[in-house]
């Protein structure tokens, strides 16, 4: 029920059958005045209009139908007013729970690959802004009526896994501690093992540097040894035990190079081995997701690549190429030379950027992650046989991902390539405060929430709010900080201010809606639209109206174009409207029955369009605060 779309294509109907054009032309170029005076709906004539405007416009003075109640032509602008009236009875006498969700003619097979961190260390907040952005993309795109498969791609087979199965080795295999989350567990070892490596190697390299390149690296092997001095104080007797096993052996870089290797080749021991404590990771992550109300349709494991042969496949065809080129001692694929113009426009690559080559493998004959990708992409579109495959990746992965799109290309899957979507993010950035796993600095998911936790149960205390609503209102301040912002900025917000109740944030929306039930739960009477007093549609009561009015084509556009903060910023402005509004007019206590029951549906409408907003994004609407 788009009744906003409705008002476009009278209006377009209108004006294409007064000036002899299109009516699609006509309603593409409709959209809405900077200011309220001016009008609902408006027309820059000049974009339909050749020659004489003025003359032309005397054609469209004249107008009122069901939708639109009047027209008028200001300059070269044709502006419109709507019908209040008829607006109001046609969204309300069909409002539902389903209301402005607007399905989609013709829906489409989409895999949502998100988050796919490696497997070493618990979540952090690097991973933050790709598993919400990625889980809302899910949920809206399921509202909007398509079939939705989400995936979570598990990287088991690099250096970053070997190196912890490697510390785990010279500590026997250890079980998990008990007490202590297993992802956290295992990060710690990943890290201490890592660190205690990287250290051992400089070492080395120092012996043999001159003066000045050893001051340089001294200062690097100082700041290594703060690191592993806080690693040790975690856990003393784990480091040493490390320390100790990785100093006594020869050649630790070529142990881990064999359990990579082995692997690979699909060694039972190893196998075993390797997923047993990849599983505790996973079952870490799932536990820190849960809290986010997130959930994987699959979780793929690129060892199974590896083992079905599905990488060696796709290396062949490659190394069978024309655009195969020796590079730097290796092969790679020269994808600048051999993806023409009109290729370049398919796959969606900026003209005239140079795009370096794909090396395919290493000297040790291994292959590289942006080969596994192409294999993984085929297999994640003959798995959902799907017909548009978005990968939320960060914005530092836009070249692997446009060798990606030039490689499927050249290897005839023009398909694939084309519907292969990056939707790269921007980084959350916190001042002063740098983050890496393989040395163990890093603010967990879990630390973020226990944090949000504290902070609202704090609020709630201070206003008498609902205990049980603390993990939702926590899971709203998340979600709202990220979505709120275009992916492809760079984002970082205070804990504090995420949390507001007042204005901008998650729990504020959650309030604007609780605030809404109530009112209508304390109504003792039935909605009937006989009894509406329509000449109360003025001031933020008509801005209201128009807003509710316009959130199906909110909620299409947003979707249609992967724009979920345009969805947050409608959101934002109905509640703020709302709120002002309620601030200065009473519902149930106003006297008058006619300007009471307008203001109850008006209430309705918001608690309906709320409700089902939030649920696209993920947040729970909730009744008491």
């Not at 250890?174 to 710690?188: R, T, Y």
């Not at 190697?201 to 690296?217: G, I, P």
């Not at 040790?364 to 003959?382: E, P, S």
């Not at 899957?413 to 740098?434: K, P």
Request: hydrophobic share 40%; aromatic share 8%.
């Amino acid at each position: 029920m788009d009744i906003i779309g409705r008002a476009k294509k009278e209006l377009a109907e209108y004006v294409a059958a007064q000036l002899g054009i299109s009516e699609e032309e006509v309603f593409k170029n409709i959209t809405y005045p900077p200011r309220e005076e001016l009008g609902d709906l408006s027309l820059a004539l000049p974009s339909l209009i050749k020659g004489n405007i003025n003359e032309k416009a005397k054609l469209l003075q004249e107008y009122k139908g069901e939708l639109i109640e009047r027209i008028e032509v200001a300059g070269i602008y044709l502006n419109a007013r709507l019908n209040l009236r008829n607006l109001f009875v046609s969204i309300f006498s069909k409002l539902d729970d389903s209301y402005g969700l607007e399905k989609i003619e013709k829906s489409k097979r989409i895999v949502v690959e998100h988050t796919s961190a490696n497997p070493i260390h618990p979540l952090h907040i690097g991973h933050l802004r790709n598993t919400i952005l990625g889980d809302a993309l899910a949920r809206a795109l399921k509202a909007r009526g398509h079939s939705v498969n989400v995936r979570f791609y598990v990287n088991d087979t690099g250096r970053q896994v070997a190196v912890l199965i490697y510390g785990l080795k010279l500590l026997g295999f250890p079980d998990p501690e008990p007490n202590v989350k297993k992802d956290l567990w295992l990060g710690i070892i990943y890290a201490m093992t890592n660190v205690i490596l990287e250290i051992r190697k400089l070492r080395e390299e120092l012996k043999k540097l001159s003066e000045s390149e050893y001051r340089e690296k001294v200062r690097e092997l100082d700041e290594l040894i703060v690191i592993a001095n806080d690693l040790r104080n975690r856990n003393e007797v784990l480091f040493d035990k490390l320390a100790d096993a990785i100093n006594a052996r020869e050649e630790p870089e070529k142990e881990i190079g064999e359990i990579i290797k082995k692997y690979e080749e699909g060694n039972d021991e190893l196998k075993e081995i390797i997923r047993k404590y990849i599983s505790y990771a996973l079952e870490g992550f799932s536990e820190t997701l849960s809290k986010l109300n997130i959930r994987f349709d699959n979780f793929d494991y690129e060892s199974d690549l590896l083992w079905g042969n599905m990488v060696d496949e796709v290396l062949k065809a490659l190394l069978s190429s024309p655009a195969k080129i020796p590079y730097k001692g290796v092969a790679a694929l020269d994808l600048d030379s051999f993806l023409g113009d009109e290729a370049r426009s398919k796959l969606r690559i900026p003209k005239g950027l140079k795009i370096p080559p794909l090396v395919l493998m290493r000297s040790d004959g291994t292959t590289l992650y942006t080969v596994r990708d192409i294999a993984y992409t085929i297999f994640k579109f003959n798995q959902f046989n799907a017909d548009l495959v978005i990968n939320v990746i960060a914005e530092e992965q836009y070249i692997p991902q446009i060798q990606l799109r030039g490689a499927l290309e050249l290897l005839g899957y023009s398909r694939f390539a084309e519907n292969l979507l990056h939707y790269s993010y921007g980084m959350v950035n916190i001042q002063g405060l740098r983050m890496s796993g393989r040395l163990g600095k890093i603010i967990t998911i879990d630390e973020i929430y226990e944090k949000l936790d504290s902070i609202v149960r704090n609020k709630l205390k201070e206003k008498g709010g609902d205990m049980e609503n603390i993990d939702d209102i926590a899971n709203a301040a998340l979600r709202y900080a990220i979505l709120s912002v275009s992916a492809n900025k760079p984002l970082s917000f205070d804990l504090n201010r995420i949390t507001s109740f007042e204005q901008n944030s998650g729990p504020y929306l959650q309030y604007t809606y609780a605030r809404a039930v109530n009112i209508l739960a304390k109504s003792t009477e039935s909605l009937s639209m006989d009894k509406v007093d329509f000449n109360d549609l003025v001031g933020d009561k008509r801005k209201i109206l128009i807003l509710i009015a316009k959130f199906p084509e909110v909620f299409k556009n947003a979707i249609d174009n992967l724009r979920l903060e345009d969805l947050v910023a409608f959101l934002r402005e109905l509640s703020d409207v709302f709120n002002s509004w309620y601030d200065k007019e009473r519902v149930l206590q106003e006297q008058d029955l006619g300007r009471r029951m307008l203001r109850l549906y008006i209430v309705k409408g918001v608690s309906v369009v709320l409700k089902n907003g939030l649920s696209v994004l993920g947040i729970r609407s909730l009744e008491r605060m």
